[in-house]
T-cell receptor
Framework: GAVVSQHPSRVICKSGTSVKIECRSLDFQATTMFWYRQFPKKSLMLMATSNEGSKATYEQGVEKDKFLINHASLTLSTLTVTSAHPEDSSFYIC???????????????FGPGTRLTVL | GNSVTQMEGPVTLSEEAFLTINCTYTATGYPSLFWYVQYPGEGLQLLLKATKADDKGSNKGFEATYRKETTSFHLEKGSVQVSDSAVYFCALGGSQGNLIFGKGTKLSVKP
C-alpha cells in the first residue's frame, strides 16, 4: 500500500529557532500534499495544500510567513516552522494524494506525524 | 459549504460490545466518504471508504454504508476489541481533492 513518511517523528527546540519537517511519499508520486495541525483532543486542522512546483495554498488564519511550505518534487514536501514559539507546539501531520488517482481523487495517505515541542 | 458532523465522544465500551459511531454530512453532489482511524501517538490510517450511494465500505470487521437519503455514513462493528481503542474520524471528499473531517470520536474498549 501507499506509504508516507515524516521526519523527524519528534523534535524539541528552543523558542526562536526554526524547525523543518519532511513529508515523503515512498512508493507513489504525489502532486498534492496536505499539512495538518492537531491539538490535543481536537480534530485535524488543515493548514495548507502543497502543490508540486507551485506555491502552497494556505487556509484562512494560517501565517504563510511563519509556516513555510516547499514542494520541490513529486515525493517530497517540507514544512518549516520559523521562529518557533511555545504556542506552535503541536502534532503536525502530512498527507499525500496519489497522482495516479486523477483530479478530484480524495483518498489521502497520512504520515505518522511529528510532535513539535517548543521550549 | 460541505461539512461533517459526528457524534461526540468519548465512547467507552466493554470488549465484544456492539459499536456505532454516527456520522452525517452536508454536501453538494455525491462526495466520497471515508472513515479514518488514529491510534495513540500515530497518524491517520484509512479504515474504509465508499464512493457512491448505497456502497458499503468494510475492513477489519468495521462497516459503514453510504446513505444518500439520510446523508449518513455511520460506522459499526459487531464486537469490539481492546485493540480497537483509538480516535475515529469521519470525512468527506471535497471538490478540490481535499478531505473535510469531523471532529473525531475517541473510543475506549475495556477488557
Amino acid at each position: 500500500g501507499a506509504v508516507v513518511s515524516q521526519h523527524p517523528s519528534r523534535v524539541i527546540c528552543k523558542s526562536g529557532t526554526s524547525v523543518k519537517i519532511e513529508c515523503r511519499s515512498l512508493d507513489f508520486q504525489a502532486t498534492t500534499m496536505f499539512w495538518y495541525r492537531q491539538f490535543p483532543k481536537k480534530s485535524l486542522m488543515l493548514m495548507a495544500t502543497s502543490n508540486e512546483g507551485s506555491k502552497a495554498t494556505y487556509e484562512q488564519g494560517v501565517e504563510k510567513d511563519k509556516f513555510l511550505i516547499n514542494h520541490a518534487s513529486l515525493t517530497l514536501s517540507t514544512l518549516t516552522v520559523t521562529s518557533a514559539h511555545p504556542e506552535d507546539s503541536s502534532f503536525y501531520i502530512c498527507s499525500a494524494r496519489d497522482l495516479a488517482g486523477g483530479p478530484g481523487y480524495n483518498e489521502q495517505f497520512f504520515g505518522p506525524g511529528t510532535r513539535l515541542t517548543v521550549l | 459549504g460541505n461539512s461533517v458532523t459526528q457524534m461526540e465522544g468519548p465512547v467507552t465500551l466493554s470488549e465484544e460490545a456492539f459499536l456505532t459511531i454516527n456520522c452525517t454530512y452536508t454536501a453538494t453532489g455525491y462526495p466520497s466518504l471515508f472513515w479514518y482511524v488514529q491510534y495513540p501517538g500515530e497518524g491517520l490510517q484509512l479504515l474504509l471508504k465508499a464512493t457512491k450511494a448505497d456502497d458499503k465500505g468494510s475492513n477489519k470487521g468495521f462497516e459503514a454504508t453510504y446513505r444518500k437519503e439520510t446523508t449518513s455514513f455511520h460506522l459499526e462493528k459487531g464486537s469490539v476489541q481492546v485493540s480497537d481503542s483509538a480516535v475515529y474520524f469521519c470525512a468527506l471528499g471535497g471538490s478540490q481533492g481535499n478531505l473535510i473531517f469531523g471532529k473525531g470520536t475517541k473510543l475506549s474498549v475495556k477488557p
